[in-house]
């Protein structure tokens, strides 16, 4: 967890920060540091603080592979955090913390939506082609949904093509229901297979 701090939960059981405020701090951290909707299955394992903590979570269904390629598997953002979080109020030690953080339990759904406006309010609302595969974790799923038509630029110059981030949060949107769009290649093979 580096650059991220432990939970805090006595200062949310002191009653010196509200725990809807210490929840948006934390998942405010987390974003900071992976500015992206999608993360890693490697970085997912060091949010959550080991792999067997992340395989329980998996294996208890909480932890849901979003897209799988060949190259890596991704998750939402927004899960990783409800896991991260859910396994550090279940190892918190004083009672007392955990019954002051029963009236803040979130869903992943709800993390989900504070990570979407989270990126909102830290990522331009235009976004240069350049900086696209890094928010889309990996450079093969920008390139599939630019080539499928998905991903379509806003405006073109001699040297600078630029997307609108609304564009881009449809397109992973998009992406989490239909799933990666095919190769060209691949397209190909399966309309001769039909």
């Given amino acids: 967890m580096i650059g991220i701090q432990p939970f805090e939960g006595s200062a949310c059981a002191a009653g010196r920060e509200p725990p809807q405020e210490l929840l948006h701090r934390r998942v405010a951290a987390v974003v900071a540091q992976y500015p992206r909707r999608w993360i890693r299955a490697a970085e997912a394992r060091t949010l ?19 897209i799988r390629t060949s190259r890596c598997t ?28 029963e009236g803040c339990q979130n869903s992943a759904k709800e993390i989900n939506v504070l990570v979407s406006e ?7 609302p235009w976004v240069r082609a ?5 928010l889309f974790t990996s450079r093969q799923i920008y390139l599939r949904c630019r080539r499928a038509g998905w991903l379509i630029p ?33 397209r190909s093979s399966n309309t001769l297979v039909k």
């Avoid at 600078?160 to 290649?185: Q, T």
Wanted: aromatic content about 6%.
């Fill in 130 to 134: 350049t900086a696209l595969p890094a």
């Fill in 154 to 186: 806003r405006k073109a110059a001699h040297r600078c093509v630029i997307y609108s981030f609304e564009d881009v949060l449809a397109c992973w949107h998009r992406v989490e229901r239909e799933g990666v769009p095919l190769s060209r290649g691949r």
């Fill in 118 to 124: 989270l990126l909102r309010e830290k990522i331009n």
């Fill in 74 to 101: 991704l998750y939402r953002l927004g899960d990783v955090v409800a896991c991260m979080l859910h396994h550090e109020h279940c190892v918190s030690p004083d009672d007392d913390v955990g019954r002051k953080l």
């Fill in 48 to 66: 959550v603080t080991s792999r067997r903590i992340y395989d329980g979570f998996r294996q208890a269904g909480r932890l849901t592979a979003i």
